[in-house]
Each structure stands twice: as C-alpha cells, then as structure tokens.
C-alpha cells in the first residue's frame, strides 16, 4: 500500500485502531478487495464494535437478524410443545454461533469498506493532501470519546434486552426440560408367574381314630372356638371406557401444568377436549385428547387444529 494511503488510513483508523487493524487494510488494498478475516473482538463486541466504529448499515443489518433470531426462537420454545428439547437446544446454539461468527468473519470487510468511503470524502473536501489527513485525524479524535459511550449503551441496551428475554423463556425453558416423554413400559421377568413345585404326596398310611372322652365340667369351662372370619371382599376394579367414535391424541404430560396449557389452548380454538389421568412406570401422567367425533373427516380437521397451535396431533379410531 503507498505511503500516501497509509497515511489516510491511519489517521482514520486513530493511533490504537492502527496498531490492531492497518496491517490488515494494507492487505485489502495490496489485493484490491476485501476478505473474511476473522476478528475477535468484532465477534465478542458485536453491536457495540459496530457503533463505536460507525458502520451504521452493518449495525442496522446486525440489529434485524438478531430480531429476527430472538422471534424466531421464541416461537421455538414458547409454541412448540412436540419438539424434543435436544432439537430445541441446538437451533438456540446454532443461531447464536451464527450470530456472533457473521462480525467475526466479516467484520473487517465492512470496517475496510467504511474507511473507504471517509478517505474519499476527505479527500474530496480538503483543499491538500495533509488537510485530508488533519480532517480524517480530527474526526477520529472528536468521535473517539463518543464512540466509547454509544458502544457502552449499546452493551447495557442488549445486556438489558437479554435480561428480559431470559425472564419470559426461563418458564417455558424449564417445563421444557422437565417433560419427558414416558418410555414404553417393558415386561418385567417378574410379571411372569413363577412355576411352584407340587410336593410329592405319599400314599395315605391307615390310622385309626379313636374318640376322646372329654367330661362335661371340662367341656362346659372350654372357650367356644370363633367363627372363621369372612374374607373381605375386593371391590370390583374400575374399567374406564374409551370414548366412542373418532378422536386426536395430543399428548400425555408429566406436569399438570403442562396439561392446563395445552388444554387453555385446544378450549381457546373451540375444540371438545378430554383428560384423564393415567398410571405409568415414571408416575402419574395427564393424556389429553380432543373429540369425539362421528365421523373420521371431523377428526382429521380437529387434528389440523391442534397442529396449527404447534401441538401434537393423531387421529385415533373407535
């Protein structure tokens, strides 16, 4: 890169941003292009490297993809109940990789870009070359203590942003985490009846009998025995019925909180919802369905319902 340029650059850049970032613009210029470089602190600073060094588009760019990402996942944790939680962890990862290796990798694309743009109009306005470079060297001064406020808002704005976000998916995060599908319960080798040896029985040996005497005072002074006790008679075992005619399966759920949610929401579209309590090898568990229905049409359309809501949904049949 020509001394001339160099000269620019450096005063735009100011004495610390030269040290870190003049060799790298003198690649770009010696290339005639800018290049993915990676840059740390543009990953770690993200909006507030942006502010400080004025790239506003960049910025702005930044600031609507993480929108975007913050909506997105929202929905993610918040509306979708039948995604497994593993599934759900690695797209909120994913997106913040994402997020934070898009500065990072072209962070010093843009700031080359920005650089450009001031040297030329410095140069455009001054009247020589060395004014160029006192008016490059006098904005980078005037905007340095101003750079460092803005960027430090911009760190206590996300930090605080962040903070609310957290507070509205830490509920649905943690009943996320706690949920967990019961697994089929397997035959135990205890179920199974064990085989009981039969003892052998010998052949009945003769004996003779012979009554006891037994005189009446003793007789009269002996404790009638008690009558045997009836035995107690099991109550009849309670057989719920399964509904009649067609209906969708939403789901069992560990928590009761878990099953009012779902069931606020299937009321809230105007679907006939049941729930009933049910006995698993993990504990109690609450299965909600929707119907009945007559016909198997209508429960095809109730369970295009309850998808729509970002529940799980199947049609079972009578």
Known sequence: MPASAASLYRAALGPAGA??????????????????????????????????????????????????????????????DGVPTGIRVGLTASVLVLWCALPGLWGMAWLHRGLRDRVAAAVAQADSFQDAVERLGRTEYGWRVSGMVAAAATLVV??????????QWRPSLAEAVQFQPPAPQQPS?????????????????????????????????????????????????????????????????????????????LLEAGLPVLDDPIESARGPLTRVRV????????????????????LEARVYVP
């Open 189 to 265: 080798s205890l179920d199974s009846p064990l085989p009981v040896a039969t003892p052998a029985v010998d052949a009945p040996v003769p004996t003779t009998v012979l009554p006891v005497q037994v005189p009446v005072e003793t007789a009269a002074a002996m404790p009638a025995s008690p009558a045997p006790a009836p035995p107690p008679v099991e109550p009849d075992p309670v057989l719920r019925s399964r509904p009649r005619g067609f209906g969708v399966n939403v789901g069992m759920f560990a928590r009761e909180a878990n099953a009012e949610r779902a069931k606020a929401r």
């Open 291 to 310: 119907g009945p229905f007559e016909r198997r049409e209508e429960a095809e359309q109730a369970a295009a319902k309850v998808r729509a809501l970002g």
């Open 19 to 80: 040290i870190a970032y003049l060799p790298i613009i003198a690649r770009f210029e010696e290339r005639g292009r800018s290049a993915m470089v990676w840059n740390t602190r543009a990953a770690l600073g993200q909006l507030a490297w942006l502010v400080y060094w004025r790239l506003w588009s960049a910025a702005l760019a930044q600031a609507g993809l993480a929108l975007a990402a913050t909506v997105a996942l929202g929905w993610l944790w918040t509306r979708t």
């Open 158 to 167: 996300v930090a605080l942003l962040s903070g609310v976000i957290w507070q």
